[in-house]
């Protein structure tokens, strides 16, 4: 069964520095999300590719955040600097229509613990 | 602000006893409406969802959902729990013909053998 990809899957860093997570979706899947979920909480979408565009980014913190999805396939979701509030689940999730209703589908996480 | 909720955050059951997760959301319109689980150690997968149709939805492993558009609710049931069903569940809306998926807060379940 074809699956979400993310790596790294735990990450420790030091305030301030840069980190980078990467999200290979399932084959073929049009839309890319990229979710934070704090401790105990549900995920919040944080981004959405469709192919290579945002479709929304207006809960990134695009002071510190970016995200790229170049070649409409997989995507990078960066932080610099990171700060101890950035301490959560990165979770990526993909889906195969276009701008259309439709189940998205979950990555591993990756967990960032920022010092 | 628009939310989907679920009051129960933690809830703990015997094995074999019946399990009814609520879920509540506020958005007006249409709606679609899911339930993720995520087993310790291991990602959100897919436990059922619900476009439009029958209101009583059908999911993996014996779980089933029922969408009553009038109380804005689509609660979680399964008539007989098993250790394995430890894990966390969160309800998921879609509002509209969108892909703007929330979530609720999730709700941890532990099954007792």
């Known amino acids: 069964e074809a699956e979400v990809a993310q790596s790294p899957r735990y990450k420790i860093t030091e305030k301030s520095q840069a980190v980078a997570f990467w999200c290979d979706p399932i084959s073929g899947h049009a839309t890319l999300y990229w979710y934070r979920q704090i401790l105990g909480q549900g995920p919040e979408l944080l981004v959405q590719?469709?192919?290579?565009?945002?479709?929304?980014d207006s809960q990134l913190p695009k002071d510190r955040f970016s995200a790229e999805r170049l070649k409409g396939v997989d995507s990078t979701l960066k932080i610099q600097p990171a700060e101890l509030g950035d301490s959560a689940m990165y979770l990526c999730?993909?889906?195969?229509?276009?701008?259309?209703?439709?189940?998205?589908?979950f990555g591993p996480g990756t967990r960032l613990t920022v010092l | 602000a628009q939310s989907v909720s679920q009051h129960n955050h933690h809830v703990i059951l015997s094995e074999a006893a019946s399990l009814e997760l609520g879920c509540n959301y506020s958005y007006g319109g249409t709606v679609n409406l899911f339930w993720y689980v995520q087993y310790p150690g291991q990602h959100l997968q897919l436990l059922l969802k619900?476009?439009?149709?029958?209101?009583l939805v059908k999911g993996i492993k014996g779980f089933e959902a029922e969408f009553i558009k009038s109380k804005f609710s689509f609660n979680l049931r399964k008539p007989s729990v098993q250790w394995s069903d430890t894990a966390e569940y969160f309800c998921?809306?879609?509002?509209?013909?969108?892909?703007?998926?929330?979530f609720g807060g999730g709700t941890r379940l532990m099954v007792k053998p």
């Open positions: 999730a993909s889906s195969l229509q276009r701008g259309r209703t439709d189940t998205q589908y």
């Open positions: 590719f469709q192919d290579e565009s945002v479709v929304d």
């Open positions: 998921a809306v879609i509002p509209g013909a969108g892909n703007m998926l929330t």
């Open positions: 619900y476009f439009s149709g029958d209101p």
